[in-house]
């Protein structure tokens, strides 16, 4: 019998950074190591690290005496939740608020103008490293923010932008790639 203990693993930011925006039209990268060109860092997320959902909805079809005699999917959703806790990275904004809507720098003036104008639909990729080295990098071609949580400014926490991006499917379908390799 296999050991399969060695295939369990934790899944670790990789320190030159763990989450990348660029615009959806930005070249996507296909492995583990490419350059991330046209890409911008969001910077240190909170402990609670990156969540995947999946959303699947699926009707039965019944025979009579009551078996279930087929599934039927519906609808699925993939999604990614995380906290961002770099509030003075201008590009953490810009992925937040929408580029529109923010302007300057923090050395002359940064102005952040909250309002109900769409958010841009960008290209994210995760990078994160696996037990014994193994590179994961996730790459979703198209997401939109679906949720920004409570922003709580508080003398005994840090301040975050608790943001849910829902996954769109690309034009072969596929809502996010998952790459990985043994270093």
Sequence with gaps: MANTATNVSAGKPNV??????????????TDTSSALTGFACLGYCS??????STNLESETVKA???????TIQTSKEDSF???LLEVLNVDVLKFVYGADNVSGDLATG?????????VDEVALVID????????????IPDCKISEVGDIVYSDSEAVGYETTV??????????????????
């Design 128 to 139: 994160m490293i696996m037990r014994e080295g193994v590179a994961k990098r996730i790459v």
């Design 47 to 52: 402990e609670d690290g990156l969540t995947n």
């Design 110 to 118: 940064l102005t952040v103008t909250a309002n109900s104008s769409e």
């Design 64 to 70: 009579w005496g009551g078996d279930t005699v087929l």
């Design 166 to 183: 829902m996954c769109m499917p690309d034009a072969s379908g596929n809502t996010h790639y998952e790459y990985m390799l043994k270093a």
């Design 16 to 29: 030159s950074g763990a989450i990348w925006a660029a615009p959806i039209d930005t070249a996507l990268p």
């Design 81 to 83: 939740a995380f906290t």
